[in-house]
């Protein structure tokens, strides 16, 4: 805090005063004289009143969590003693929240007493990440503006993290439908030793363990003269699941806040719950096929896999950035189970657009140690168009690789094509014109399914992701 | 409502009315009026102009006529609310006032310039003081309003609602009012204090002039005073430069 200056108001006056005084003294005027004692006296006394005191903020819970688009209320108890005059107390919100409630900024009177207030607000925040509110601004000013105004900020120490709201996908559990949503091939098997997750209730069939009677069910349906109904539940086995998000530019179409992107991320984040849930073990990596290739042989041959590339992936010579994005990891090794969500969720929470260092390719064959031999399925959430589908026909057939053609021929990956042009379309001519390119782009769906993916087609703008999957149900 | 906000436009518009009517009578109770009231009588009589019978229905009229439009004047620029107003009216108030006020003075100025004038005082000098010093008063308070209220319409430009606002100015307002009501105060004390003073004074120091001694102390005082104020400036502006150069490009 600087020392206390006087304003130009206080000068001037004061000044004013000095005229008179000789004046008078000129004249021989007492009159004068005191004319110009009185302003002396005024801001005199008016000096002897200080400026207010640095507010305290009383220090809220250190990190809150919450999701994207929720609303939370933010208190800040502010006590300001000492002095007299106006206080400004004021929080700079980050861009991507959106203010709902009352006001980040007061402006506050402190009288004689001491001035217990707070300052409160209801944000939403539009956009995951990790948000420190670290200091309170504040401005104090002299109750007559005799000395100019002292700036400052008190601490505050809060982190937000705010997490992408997931799509939860639920199990059609009517009896007389089926999920052509694909699985992968491993989960499929009938034998093996049954966990404790529970799966479905079903009809009793011959080999079903006594043990497995749900008698409640069964004396809903006995009037019906249907057998008895018994838990299923999932069996043990080596369910791998590797999901890979499109960071490119082709995701990057709509809004900062609502793009191709964010609602990947949002797929992602469903996607990995559904799989985690039926104990799958899920893989995650980002990768951008806008990305220039990198000599990955060279590397295996040098530090073996998953060393520093002797290419910048970015373009450039290799430097400590590289060495930050090798560190900080672009994938993370399939695990099930909570813990794992968890670190897919902290993955996300820190993607971004432009964030993948190689293609799709290259991604898959970074994660090849992980993949042979457990039969993964391949869910790559992606937008798809001229440009990104040679790329991607590429990564299909890396994919290839490491699959094991069953005799039902089920579809090696799931493709999950984020269409962002509805987002963007504002009006009736962009709709249109939106329109016209999805159709235009069901050719290079259809192409994409013809090397042996399952292609979901998802408009953001018009439909919940759990629609989509919905569409995936038959009936038998 | 915005009750607060006109309460204080309501308390400013009354200074401005009211040291406008004491600047106005300060003027017609001054030589300077008398002289040019009868400098038109003259002229209306030369020029057989004179519409108005006698003298004395000019002393009613022309007083009114001046009031009139000193007083909406006064109206305008207090409605306006601007610092550059206030001044303007503070000009016009000491204007009518420093006639009576240079009745008082000891040094005939007049005389030294050759003008063959009395500077004769209508009024008691104690009421003159107090017109002086709710004139003085008065701007005090709205020059220091006013440049508030300029301040307090930047943070309205960054999103302070106008209720906080019109508080924050009231109180300012009130505090401002209060102050000066205590000043006023400590100077009509002095004034008295000071005959008391001049005799002790005029004992203590063996006869020397007591307006030497007065002057004197306050030269001193006025000076160091100032001599601090412009160090401090000096002091505390040479520093903010040094920190500006000092912070990282």
């Not at chain 1, 670290?134 to 937000?160: A, F, I, K, N, P």
């Not at chain 1, 809004?255 to 992602?268: I, M, P, R, S």
């Not at chain 1, 192409?447 to 992701?465: K, N």
């Amino acid at each position: 805090m600087k020392g206390r200056v006087f304003s130009q108001s206080s000068l001037r006056l004061l000044v004013g005063a000095v005229s008179f005084i000789t004046t008078g003294m000129f004249l021989g005027n007492m009159l004068f004289i005191y004319m110009g004692v009185l302003p002396i006296v005024y801001v005199l006394l008016g000096l002897a009143i200080p400026n207010p005191g640095a507010p305290e903020v009383a220090q809220p819970a250190e990190t809150s969590t919450l999701w994207v688009d929720q609303d939370v209320s933010v208190r800040r108890p502010i006590s300001v003693k000492g002095g007299m005059g106006h206080v400004l107390v004021g929080e700079t919100l980050p861009p991507e929240f959106e203010l709902i409630e009352g006001s980040n900024i007061r402006l506050l009177w402190k009288g004689a007493g001491d001035l217990d207030t707070e300052l409160s607000y209801t944000i939403r925040c539009t956009r995951r990440g990790v948000y420190a509110f670290d200091e309170l601004r504040w401005e104090s000013g002299h109750s007559l503006g005799m000395t100019s105004t002292e700036l400052g900020s008190s601490e505050v120490d809060q982190t937000l993290l705010v997490r992408p709201q997931p799509f939860h996908i639920r199990r059609v559990r009517q009896q007389k439908t089926f999920s052509k949503f694909i699985m992968p091939s491993e989960a499929h098997i009938k034998m093996g030793i049954p966990t404790t997750e529970y799966k479905e209730i079903r009809e009793y069939s011959f080999g079903d363990s006594y043990r497995h009677i749900n008698w409640k069910a069964t004396s809903r349906v006995a009037s019906l003269g249907k057998p008895p109904m018994v838990n299923s539940y999932e069996m043990e086995g080596m369910k791998v699941v590797w999901i890979f998000l499109d960071t490119s530019r082709e995701m990057a179409l709509g809004t900062n806040v609502k793009n191709g992107f964010e609602y990947g991320v949002q797929a992602v984040l469903g996607l990995a719950q559904f799989y985690l849930s039926r104990n799958c073990r899920v893989g995650f990596s980002l990768y951008d096929d806008n990305k220039q290739t990198v000599n990955l042989r060279r590397v295996s041959r040098t530090g073996g896999l998953g060393a520093l590339p002797d290419i910048s992936p970015l373009g450039g010579a290799s430097g400590e950035g590289d060495l930050h994005l090798y560190e900080t990891g672009d994938f993370l090794i399939p695990d099930s189970g909570k813990r794992q969500l968890h670190k897919i969720s902290e993955k996300l929470l820190e993607a971004e657009l432009y964030g993948g260092v190689y293609n799709l390719k290259q991604s898959i064959q970074r994660c090849r140690g992980h993949i042979i031999g457990t039969n993964p399925l391949f869910v790559i959430v992606t937008s798809i168009n001229e440009r990104a589908v040679t790329k991607l026909s590429e990564g299909l057939g890396e994919v290839r690789r490491y699959i094991r053609l069953s005799r039902k021929a089920n579809p090696s990956a799931l493709i999950v094509h984020v269409s962002g042009y509805g987002i963007t379309a504002q009006g009736e001519d962009e709709e249109a014109a939106s329109q016209i390119i999805t159709l235009e782009n069901r050719a290079l769906l259809r192409s994409m399914r013809g090397q042996g993916a399952q292609v979901i087609h998802w408009d953001p703008s018009t439909q919940h992701f759990s629609d989509v999957l919905l569409s995936q149900v038959g009936r038998r | 409502m915005r009750s607060r906000f006109y309460l204080v436009r309501g308390i400013e518009i009354l200074i401005a009315f009211g040291t406008c009517l004491l600047a106005v009578q300060s003027f017609f109770s001054s030589w300077l009026y008398e002289s040019i009231n009868m400098a038109v009588n003259n002229l209306l009589i030369r020029f057989g102009l004179q519409f108005i019978p006698t003298t004395v229905e000019v002393d009613q009229v022309f007083p009114l006529i001046v009031t009139v439009l000193v007083v909406l004047v006064t109206v305008y620029n207090g409605l306006l609310g601007r610092s550059g107003n206030i001044m303007n009216l503070y000009n016009v108030n000491i204007m009518l006032v420093s006639p009576e006020l240079l009745g008082f003075s000891r040094l005939n100025w007049l005389q030294l310039i050759g003008v063959p004038m009395a500077l004769e005082p209508r009024r008691e000098a104690s009421v003159v003081l107090v017109t002086c010093l709710v004139v003085v008063g008065g701007y005090t308070i709205q020059y220091f309003t006013s440049r508030y209220r300029e301040e307090l319409s930047e943070y309205g430009s960054r999103g302070i609602g106008k209720e906080e606002l019109d508080a924050v100015l009231y109180n300012q307002s009130i505090t401002s009012v209060a102050l000066m009501v205590a000043s006023v105060s400590v100077v009509v004390g002095f004034s008295y204090a000071v005959p008391v003073l001049k005799e002790r004074l005029h004992a203590a120091f063996g006869g020397l002039p007591s307006i030497y001694i007065v002057l004197g102390v306050a030269s001193t005082l006025i000076v160091t005073f100032s001599l601090r104020v412009f160090l401090r400036e000096r002091l505390v502006g040479r520093e903010g430069a040094k920190g500006d150069g000092d912070s990282p490009a």
